[in-house]
């Protein structure tokens, strides 16, 4: 699978404010923590990409169904409006 980012971008501390245990417990499972912490925001990153782009289908959708009701029907503004 391709990367939507730049995986030979230098690496950089970060601060971040994470659950002690949580921490603990990751610890002894792996000893590259900042691996697993990348990996997972970059899939999160992918998903949220994708969702955003659902969303902005949907949204392209629906004002399209939206216009082809008006073209057809009318606005329901025009039977109401005295201008």
Same mark, same amino acid.
């Given at each position: ?8 971008? #230098? +690496?950089?501390?970060?601060? /971040?404010?994470?659950?002690? $245990?949580?921490? $603990? !417990? =990751?610890? +002894?499972?792996?000893?590259? /923590? ?9 899939? @999160?990153?992918? !998903?949220?990409? !994708?969702?955003?782009?659902?969303? =902005?289908?949907?949204? #392209?959708? &629906?004002?399209? &169904?939206?216009? #082809? *009701? =008006?073209?057809? !029907?009318?606005? *329901?503004?025009?039977e @109401?409006? &005295?201008?």
């Amino acid at each position: 699978m391709k990367s939507t980012y730049d995986v030979t971008a #230098r +690496k950089r501390p970060v601060n /971040l404010t994470l659950n002690e $245990d949580l921490v $603990d !417990q =990751a610890k +002894k499972i792996t000893s590259n /923590l900042s691996g697993v912490v990348e990996s997972l925001l970059a899939d @999160y990153l992918a !998903q949220e990409a !994708q969702r955003r782009a659902a969303d =902005a289908a949907l949204a #392209r959708a &629906t004002v399209a &169904t939206w216009n #082809r *009701f =008006a073209e057809r !029907q009318g606005s *329901f503004a025009d039977e @109401y409006s &005295t201008l």
